[in-house]
């Protein structure tokens, strides 16, 4: 079984650009999490999605989007960049069930690097 | 909402010896509980979790888990850690029919030193 496949590993932009990151989930999930990583703030919930509708988000402004496909393939979406938002973006998809919200499986992440 | 602490920011440790990594969680309602360990410049792999049941777990690569509700507290132990443990470890929550959401520790950075 495929795991969480992102795209791309690696990006390098400029401050003022945006920024489309892109994930698989494994077959069969239909919620897909996003995080970000940073040295300074550890793991931080960006938003979920799951059956194309945004269930929760976190406290990130709304320069910072997201969205599902009905093949449960999402994208995020950066704009306006900062030298701040420099981080490792995670990505992970899982089952949400009623009353539960199981364990999620993590891409490798795309490291974004504003210059 | 829930939260989880990780009391220990890096854990140094030597070859074949035992370790603890510990966490703590604060939640009004009952909890589901996970950890994860992430390898330098790659995402977050599942170690264990806990769901219901037997209150100590097991998981891959040896390592274990005691989930203790009265001290709201679920550590991590392995006894006899190797090189290729040295690694981020994540604790994290998610709440029984709450948010629905995973929220996680700030990691302990274990490094196993020869």
């Known amino acids: 079984k495929a795991g969480v496949t992102q795209t791309p590993r690696y990006l390098i932009k400029t401050r003022g650009q945006q920024v489309t990151l892109s994930c698989s989930p494994i077959?069969?999930?239909?919620?897909v999490s996003w995080y970000q990583q940073t040295p300074g703030q550890g793991l931080q919930f960006l938003f979920e999605?799951?059956?194309?509708?945004?269930?929760n988000k976190g406290n990130f402004p709304g320069r910072f989007s997201g969205r599902q496909f009905s093949n449960s393939r999402s994208e995020m979406n950066v704009s306006t960049l900062e030298l701040g938002d420099s981080a490792l973006y995670l990505c992970a998809s899982g089952i949400r069930l009623a009353g539960y919200f199981g364990e999620l499986f993590f891409g490798e992440g795309s490291r974004l690097t504003v210059l | 909402a829930q939260s989880v602490t990780q009391l220990d920011s890096q854990v140094p440790v030597f070859e074949e010896a035992p370790v603890e990594l510990r966490c703590n969680y604060s939640s009004s309602v009952s909890v589901y509980l996970f950890w994860y360990v992430q390898y330098p410049n790659q995402g977050l792999q599942l170690l264990l979790k806990y769901l219901s049941g037997s209150t100590l777990v097991k998981g891959i690569n040896g390592f274990e888990a005691e989930f203790n509700k009265s001290q709201t507290s679920f550590h991590l132990r392995k006894p006899s850690v190797h090189i290729s443990d040295t690694a981020e470890y994540f604790c994290a929550c998610s709440t029984q029919g709450g948010s629905e959401k995973l929220v996680f520790g700030k990691g302990t950075k274990l490094t196993v030193n020869p």
């Open positions: 077959s069969g999930h239909r919620s």
């Open positions: 999605y799951f059956s194309e509708t945004q269930r």
